[in-house]
């Protein structure tokens, strides 16, 4: 019974170079969330997705950044020509996104830790 | 903007001894929840509080929600070593999307 997946766990990229981000939703869950953590702070929303629609991106900067859930495969966060300030924890989280959802939490992949050097 | 504050930010705590992390938010919502956080790990869910008065407990942490004080608050009862991470909470106002506290770092010493 996976939960939320993510991959890469590390990733690396210079200055300049695209960075791109996995997310695997829960078994039966057709939301996807991703949120951003820079080191000592608490995590901060980017997007909200559901299958082929960005329902939310109020939270992720308007350049170099994009998100998209297609209806096969895994979510993905692209952040183009990295710059140093990019490098922080991305989480992705999901939920089934119908009934009365709120009762339960949020779950949380393990993230993707993107440095860029 | 719905702000989170979260006090102290950081608590070095004495193994048996009791203390609280308050969590205030600026806007009105009937959904709060508890993460905890170990370093380099992700988020585990602690607590989801959903309405006023509410008040959960698991093992030596309970936490209460007063949404008219826009409050919440996590207390460690008899604190143990194995309790040291750092614990957020996050208030959502809409669709789950999470407005975090800056996260409360907890150490527990002998």
């Known amino acids: 019974n996976a939960g939320v997946m993510q991959n890469p766990r590390h990733l690396v990229r210079r200055r300049g170079q695209e960075a791109r981000l996995r997310c695997s939703p829960m078994?039966?869950?057709?939301?996807v969330y991703w949120y951003r953590q820079l080191p000592e702070e608490g995590l901060k929303f980017m997007v909200y997705?559901?299958?082929?629609?960005?329902?939310?991106e109020s939270g992720m900067p308007k350049e170099r950044f994009s998100a998209e859930f297609p209806k096969e495969g895994p979510s993905i966060l692209r952040i183009q020509q990295v710059v140093r300030g990019d490098s922080a924890a991305y989480f992705c989280?999901?939920?089934?996104?119908?009934?009365?959802?709120?009762?339960?939490?949020?779950?949380f992949g393990n993230g993707t830790r993107l440095t860029v050097t | 903007e719905l702000k989170v504050e979260q006090n102290p930010l950081f608590l070095s705590m004495q193994e048996g001894k009791n203390y609280t992390i308050y969590c205030n938010y600026s806007?009105?919502?009937?959904?709060l929840y508890w993460y905890r956080q170990d370093p380099g790990k992700s988020l585990e869910s602690l607590f989801v509080?959903?309405?006023?008065?509410a008040v959960k407990q698991e093992g030596r942490l309970m936490a209460s929600l007063d949404t008219k004080a826009r409050l919440s608050t996590l207390h460690i009862t008899a604190a143990v070593h194995d309790l040291s991470a750092t614990y957020f909470c996050?208030?959502?106002?809409?669709?789950?999307?999470?407005?975090f506290g800056a996260g409360t770092t907890v150490t527990v010493r002998a």
């Open positions: 806007t009105t919502s009937d959904r």
């Open positions: 997705l559901q299958k082929e629609n960005i329902i939310d």
């Open positions: 078994k039966g869950h057709s939301h």
């Open positions: 996050a208030v959502d106002t809409n669709d789950y999307k999470l407005s």
């Open positions: 509080l959903l309405s006023n008065g």
């Open positions: 989280a999901s939920s089934p996104g119908a009934g009365d959802v709120y009762n339960s939490p949020l779950h």
